[in-house]
């Protein structure tokens, strides 16, 4: 497992590299600059010459992505933002560990709520409890963040008062953008589970374990679900690193200084060092976050080798 771990390690570099080749050629190759429209009043030609010509602008793309790579891999540097006073590193670890947070309680929310209501329609199909998982499944994927955000923050917030409208630093400020964040994928968790539950417990080997009398709860538990999660285990990676450098929506409407704002701040501004670093961050914890999966896999299958070639 050690020697699997490495080499996806060291994967990770050239698919960095790739990812950040084609972030930074695709974002100079756009028409305009920084500095150009970004304000209500536009610079004079002067200042956004002397602009480009400070931050390197004027020099040959490829240039440019040399030196950037350069600073990224020898000091860890991500740049400067050209909209304001902070750097990247600065943005990246002052929203990454609030995003990293709101993630990680919105996965909680829907492996909590996913899982098990995906196992009990599953055991019961066709039945009210399974019309009703199903229900879920289909609102939680086709009512959006943005709709069910404000409903909520009615409802809780602003007539019964139990939970603060928006910012982040309490756990009762936590409550709110945590659930609307998990709750659609929760509800894709609960169609996957129920699909792969459905297609185990009618595999031969559970009819054996029923036939020799082995308990229901048992069957189901050993047996069943482990080879069920196995589907699910798949998704959830790509779910997490989403879910922690992609809840854009929740941040804005919760004014959480996360991650979320300034990626989006970055493409708004052509804010070209934010963009890369946003990027860059993401792609780095959708790597760790597949390398877990596959440790999973491992763990929950035993036939699994990581170390086979």
Same mark, same amino acid.
């Given at each position: 497992?050690?020697?699997?771990?490495?080499?996806?390690?060291?994967?990770?570099?050239?698919?960095?590299?790739?990812?950040?080749?084609?972030t930074f050629f695709l974002m100079l190759?756009?028409?305009?600059?920084?500095?150009?429209?970004?304000?209500?009043v536009p610079l004079p030609p002067e200042t956004v010459a002397r602009l480009r010509a400070h931050y390197g602008l004027d020099d040959p793309i490829f240039t440019q992505y040399l030196r950037?790579?350069?600073?990224?891999?020898?000091?860890?540097?991500?740049?400067?933002?050209?909209?304001g006073a902070r750097s990247v590193n600065e943005m990246v670890a002052g929203g990454f560990p609030i995003s990293a947070t709101l993630g990680l309680l919105g996965l909680l929310v829907a492996l909590s709520i996913g899982i098990p209501l995906g196992i009990t329609s599953a055991l019961n199909q066709n039945?009210?409890?399974?019309?009703?998982?199903?229900?879920?499944a289909m609102a939680g994927v086709s009512v959006p963040a943005m709709t069910l955000a404000p409903l909520l923050i009615w409802v809780f917030?602003?007539?019964?008062?139990?939970?603060?409208?928006? %910012?982040?630093?309490?756990?009762?400020?936590?409550?709110?953008?945590?659930?609307?964040?998990?709750?659609?994928?929760?509800?894709?968790?609960?169609r996957l589970t129920r699909a792969s539950m459905l297609?185990?417990?009618?595999?031969?080997?559970?009819?054996?374990? %029923?036939?020799?009398?082995?308990?229901?709860?048992?069957?189901?538990?050993?047996?069943?679900?482990?080879?069920?999660?196995?589907?699910?285990?798949?998704?959830?990676?790509p779910m997490f690193a989403g879910m922690v450098t992609g809840a854009v929506v929740i941040e804005r409407i919760f004014a959480i200084p996360g991650m979320g704002g300034y990626f989006v701040g970055g493409v708004s501004s052509r804010d070209y060092p934010v963009i890369m670093g946003m990027v860059l961050v993401y792609?780095?914890?959708?790597?760790?976050?597949?390398?877990?999966?596959?440790?999973?896999y491992a763990w929950v299958d035993p036939r699994i080798r990581l170390d086979q070639r």
């Amino acid at each position: 497992m050690l020697s699997f771990v490495v080499r996806r390690i060291l994967w990770l570099i050239p698919v960095l590299l790739v990812i950040s080749l084609i972030t930074f050629f695709l974002m100079l190759s756009v028409p305009g600059n920084p500095f150009e429209g970004s304000g209500e009043v536009p610079l004079p030609p002067e200042t956004v010459a002397r602009l480009r010509a400070h931050y390197g602008l004027d020099d040959p793309i490829f240039t440019q992505y040399l030196r950037y790579m350069q600073n990224v891999v020898l000091r860890w540097d991500l740049g400067p933002s050209y909209a304001g006073a902070r750097s990247v590193n600065e943005m990246v670890a002052g929203g990454f560990p609030i995003s990293a947070t709101l993630g990680l309680l919105g996965l909680l929310v829907a492996l909590s709520i996913g899982i098990p209501l995906g196992i009990t329609s599953a055991l019961n199909q066709n039945r009210a409890i399974d019309h009703f998982a199903m229900f879920f499944a289909m609102a939680g994927v086709s009512v959006p963040a943005m709709t069910l955000a404000p409903l909520l923050i009615w409802v809780f917030a602003l007539n019964l008062g139990w939970l603060p409208v928006a %910012r982040w630093g309490t756990w009762q400020q936590a409550v709110m953008p945590a659930i609307i964040l998990g709750l659609g994928p929760a509800a894709g968790l609960a169609r996957l589970t129920r699909a792969s539950m459905l297609q185990v417990i009618r595999e031969d080997y559970i009819r054996t374990a %029923r036939a020799k009398g082995v308990p229901e709860r048992r069957i189901t538990i050993r047996h069943a679900l482990k080879n069920a999660l196995i589907p699910v285990i798949t998704v959830l990676g790509p779910m997490f690193a989403g879910m922690v450098t992609g809840a854009v929506v929740i941040e804005r409407i919760f004014a959480i200084p996360g991650m979320g704002g300034y990626f989006v701040g970055g493409v708004s501004s052509r804010d070209y060092p934010v963009i890369m670093g946003m990027v860059l961050v993401y792609t780095f914890f959708l790597v760790l976050s597949n390398l877990a999966v596959d440790l999973a896999y491992a763990w929950v299958d035993p036939r699994i080798r990581l170390d086979q070639r």
